[in-house]
T-cell receptor, first 114, second 111 residues
Framework: ETGVTQTPRHLVMGMTNKKSLKCEQH?????MYWYKQSAKKPLELMFVYNFKEQTENNSVPSRFSPECPNSSHLFLHLHTLQPEDSALYLC?????????????FGQGTRLTVV | GQNIDQPTEMTATEGAIVQINCTYQTSGFNGLFWYQQHAGEAPTFLSY????GLEEKGRFSSFLSRSKGYSYLLLKELQMKDSASYLC????????????FGTGTLLAVQP
């Protein structure tokens, strides 16, 4: 248990569906991240939020829409996805600043697009 | 870019020592992280190096050379449970410290 909770753990969705992934942390961290992990590829940084403000969008297609209502919660809204979007989506949080900036990861949501 | 390069796979024997190397781009670099990830699980933090040199934490040690853009993770007295993927990640940018990961090194520990 890392203190970062993601729901759901598994999700199967059709290409016309709309779904949302949820991430929650109560570690007092102010930075939150979405990563995509595909087989045989590095963890790909998607979005970074710092004090609820988006500070990084790593050229992510608009069918992925993040939302950060407060420093403890992060969402990833999904719509009209493609089969190649099937992957493990990991949320992480970290303290801001450079001292002990360890990122804690959630267990991930295994997404399958059919 | 901030290319992080590490070997894809390694194999070692139980009780032995293994060194996993990682190179990274130095521009904008803050520090170097190592994470362990077992299959189907979240990555878990192992170490963070900011200064040059070796940091030891039990059976695991991590080394950093900022001038060379090079790090390694040293695992001693290998156990079967050490079979996992080891992820090298560079921290870049300002206060948020954006983590850029390598592909991970899949370590198989054999009896």
């Amino acid at each position: 248990e890392t203190g970062v909770t993601q729901t759901p753990r598994h999700l199967v969705m059709g290409m016309t569906n709309k779904k949302s992934l949820k991430c929650e942390q109560h570690l007092g961290h102010n930075a939150m991240y979405w990563y995509k992990q595909s087989a045989k590829k590095p963890l790909e940084l998607m979005f970074v939020y710092n004090f609820k403000e988006q500070t990084e969008n790593n050229s992510v297609p608009s069918r992925f829409s993040p939302e950060c209502p407060n420093s403890s919660h992060l969402f990833l809204h999904l719509h009209t996805l493609q089969p190649e979007d099937s992957a493990l989506y990991l949320c992480a949080s970290s303290p801001t600043g450079r001292i002990n900036p360890e990122a804690f990861f959630g267990q991930g949501t295994r997404l399958t697009v059919v | 870019g901030q290319n992080i390069d590490q070997p894809t796979e390694m194999t070692a024997t139980e009780g032995a020592i293994v060194q996993i190397n990682c190179t990274y781009q130095t521009s904008g670099f803050n520090g170097l992280f190592w994470y362990q990830q077992h299959a189907g699980e979240a990555p878990t933090f192992l170490s963070y190096n900011v200064l040059d040199g070796l940091e030891e934490k039990g059976r695991f040690s991590s080394f950093l050379s900022r001038s060379k853009g090079y790090s390694y993770l040293l695992l001693k007295e290998l156990q079967m449970k050490d079979s996992a993927s080891y992820l090298c990640a560079g921290g870049y940018g300002g206060a948020t410290n954006k983590l850029i990961f390598g592909t991970g090194t899949l370590l198989a520990v054999q009896p």
